[in-house]
C-alpha cells in the first residue's frame, strides 16, 4: 500500500561536511507524505525534490541538535484513504514529530483530522490551499499543529477574479472538483467575482477518476459563457479541458494552480489552450529564491515552472530550524519554536548551506532568528497561515509562462473591498 519513494539519508560526504558533523551517531526522522503518483503526481514528484534538498541542506550544515535529519517520503498516490494509512504509519510505527504535506486539500484535511491533530503532531503542507483549514483552526481542532507555507484560497479566488475583470470576462463557468480544494477555490472566486459586477453562468462540481465528464462539460456550457474557470488536477483536468473544447466551449479558460503544469498545456495541446489566465502562489524575489534556484538545478536540472516546490523546502527548513532553537526535536517544542524562526526582530537567515549552518548555530543558541524562505517571508498568523502575492501566468507559444504577479498589498486592497 505504502510507495516508499525515498529516504534522504546522510550526505555528509557531498556536501564535505567537517568533523562535528561525522561524529553524529543519531538520527531525527521527518515526515512527508505527498502526491506521487495519482492525478497530482506529475506536480507532487517535483515538490517533494524541494524538501528532499531541504534535508540535504540542512544536513550539510550541521543538522539538528546533534543529530542528522532523515526524510521518510510516503505516496498518498492523491487520495485521502492512502494519505491516512500513510500518516499513520509514519506517526504510530516511525514516531515522526513532524510531517511536511499533504499536497491536495483533501488528502491534508483527512490526514489532519484523522492523524496529525489528535496524535499532536506537526503538520506543515506546502500546498494545502483550502479556506477550510482557517476555519480548523478558528475552531480549535488543530491544536496550533497546522501550518501552510502557501496562502490561503481566499488570496487565490480574489487574484482570479481580478484577472478575470482584467481582461473583460463577463461570464464564467464554473467546473470545480468535488474536494476541500475545489469547493474552496470555486466559492472564494464566485464571490469576489460577482462582488465585482461579473456573472456565474454555471456552478458545476464533478468527481475525480471518471471515464468521461461529457455531462458535466455540457451543462456547464448552457448558457454559454465567455470562459471556463476549471478548478482541479492534471489527470482529470485534461479530460475536462478536451471535453469542453469538444462540446464546442470557448477556449478562454481561467486555470488555478493545480493546473499549472506543462504536461497539462501538452496533453490538452497548446493549441486549444487560446488564451490562458492562471494563478498560483507566487515566490517573492528573495536572497533565498536565488540560491535555491542554483541550488536545484545543481542537484534536478532546471527548475520547472510550476508551483510549491519552494514552499516544501521552507516547510522542511523550519522544522529543522524551530528543532534547534527548541534543543528538542519532539512536536511541541518544534510547534512552539516555529514562529520563534520566522522572528521579524531576528537576524535574517536564508536557504542555503552556508547561511543555514549559521542560523541553526544562533538558534540552538536562543537568539532570535528570521528565516526568509525561497517562497518569501514567511510570517504565521495564529492559525497557521501566511500571505503571500499569486504569480500571474498563460500559455504561450506552447509553454506554461509566468507573466506578472498579483502583490500581497494588492490582495489585501481586494479582499477588504470585497467585504
Known amino acids: 500500500m505504502f510507495k516508499k519513494i525515498a529516504f534522504a539519508a546522510t550526505v555528509l560526504a557531498a556536501f564535505g561536511a567537517g568533523p562535528a558533523q561525522a561524529q553524529q551517531k543519531c538520527t531525527t526522522t521527518i515526515g512527508s507524505v505527498m502526491s506521487l503518483t495519482g492525478s497530482l503526481g506529475a506536480l507532487g514528484q517535483e515538490i517533494a525534490k524541494g524538501a528532499q534538498l531541504a534535508v540535504a541542506d540542512l544536513n550539510a550544515a550541521g543538522g539538528a541538535n546533534g543529530c542528522q535529519l532523515e526524510l521518510s517520503l510516503l505516496d498518498d498516490q492523491t487520495g485521502p484513504s492512502v494519505g491516512v494509512d500513510a500518516a499513520r504509519k509514519l506517526v504510530d510505527v516511525q514516531h515522526v514529530q513532524a510531517i511536511v504535506g499533504a499536497l491536495s486539500s483533501g488528502v491534508s484535511a483527512s490526514i489532519l483530522t484523522s492523524v496529525t491533530a489528535g496524535s499532536n503532531v506537526v503538520q506543515i503542507s506546502p500546498a494545502s490551499t483550502s479556506p477550510m483549514f482557517t476555519e480548523l483552526a478558528e475552531q480549535g481542532k488543530t491544536n496550533g499543529y497546522w501550518f501552510r507555507t502557501c496562502p490561503s484560497d481566499a488570496l487565490q479566488g480574489v487574484a482570479m477574479a481580478k484577472l478575470a475583470h482584467d481582461a473583460g470576462i463577463k461570464k464564467v463557468a464554473v467546473l470545480y472538483l468535488n474536494n476541500a480544494y475545489g469547493q474552496g477555490l470555486s466559492r472564494e472566486f464566485i464571490a469576489a467575482f460577482e462582488k465585482g459586477g461579473g456573472k456565474i453562468t454555471q456552478n458545476v462540481v464533478y468527481n475525480p477518476s471518471q471515464p468521461s465528464y461529457r455531462s458535466e462539460a455540457n451543462k456547464a456550457l448552457n448558457p454559454k459563457p465567455d470562459a471556463l474557470f476549471l478548478v482541479g488536477y492534471p489527470g482529470d483536468g485534461t479530460t475536462i479541458a478536451r471535453e469542453w473544447i469538444g462540446a464546442g466551449g470557448p477556449q478562454k479558460f481561467l486555470l488555478p494552480d493545480g493546473l499549472q503544469s506543462q504536461d497539462f498545456a501538452n496533453d490538452v495541446g497548446a493549441q486549444y489552450l ?6 498560483a502562489a507566487g515566490s517573492v524575489d528573495t536572497p533565498s529564491l536565488e540560491t535555491f534556484k542554483k541550488e536545484y538545478q545543481a542537484k ?18 523550519l522544522i529543522g530550524l524551530a528543532m534547534a532553537h527548541a534543543k528538542k526535536n519532539d512536536a511541541k517544542s518544534i510547534r512552539d519554536n516555529i514562529r520563534k524562526v520566522t522572528d521579524p526582530k531576528g537576524e535574517k537567515i536564508y536557504a542555503g548551506v552556508d547561511s543555514l549552518k549559521k542560523g541553526l548555530q544562533m538558534a540552538s543558541q536562543g537568539k532570535a532568528v528570521q528565516y526568509v524562505g525561497a517562497s518569501g517571508p514567511l510570517q504565521f498568523d495564529k492559525h497557521g497561515d501566511i500571505d503571500a502575492p499569486m504569480v500571474v501566468w498563460t500559455v504561450k507559444d506552447g509553454k506554461v509562462t509566468e507573466t506578472g504577479m498579483v502583490s500581497v498589498d494588492e490582495i489585501r486592497k481586494l479582499r477588504s473591498g470585497a467585504k
Open 274 to 279: 487560446k488564451e490562458v489566465h492562471g494563478t
Open 300 to 317: 534536478y536540472g532546471a527548475l520547472p515552472s510550476q508551483p510549491y516546490i519552494t514552499n516544501a523546502y521552507d516547510a522542511t527548513v
